[in-house]
Nanobody, 121 residues
Framework: QVHVVESGGGSVQAGGSLRLSCEASGDTSSIKCAGWFRQAPGKEREAVARLNIGGGWTLYDDSVKGRFTASRDKVTNTLYLHMNNLKPEDTAMYYC??????????????WGQGTQVTVSS
């Protein structure tokens, strides 16, 4: 079992920056992939960044490439999402998730409670 808790959301003006954090606990050695997802009101949840822990690569959604960076601290099992040049369309609830098998969206089985990011124009 893996438990994840997000923090770091808030309100910011367009062009600003935020850093989200996600602390993982439990059987963290079983995690193969860690990711950030978001869901805006009336929209489906989408993957923002998925980090393959063993392979060391990260997949980003096209809408955030060049602006968002996902990183992981192996010692503290903390996942980060550095968000720069934020846009109003980035407004959403952001979720951290972990997967045991792969980085496919369907494999993410451990989810946090979410943290709200609001970007004003």
């Amino acid at each position: 079992q893996v438990h994840v808790v997000e923090s770091g959301g808030g309100s910011v003006q367009a062009g600003g920056s935020l850093r989200l954090s996600c602390e993982a606990s439990g059987d963290t050695s079983s995690i193969k992939c860690a990711g950030w997802f978001r869901q805006a009101p009336g929209k489906e949840r989408e993957a923002v960044a998925r980090l393959n822990i063993g392979g060391g690569w990260t997949l980003y959604d096209d809408s955030v490439k060049g602006r968002f960076t996902a990183s992981r601290d192996k010692v503290t099992n903390t996942l980060y999402l550095h968000m720069n040049n934020l846009k109003p369309e980035d407004t959403a609830m952001y979720y951290c998730a972990s997967a045991r098998d792969s980085c496919r969206n369907s494999d993410f089985g451990y989810w946090g409670q979410g943290t709200q990011v609001t970007v004003s124009s």
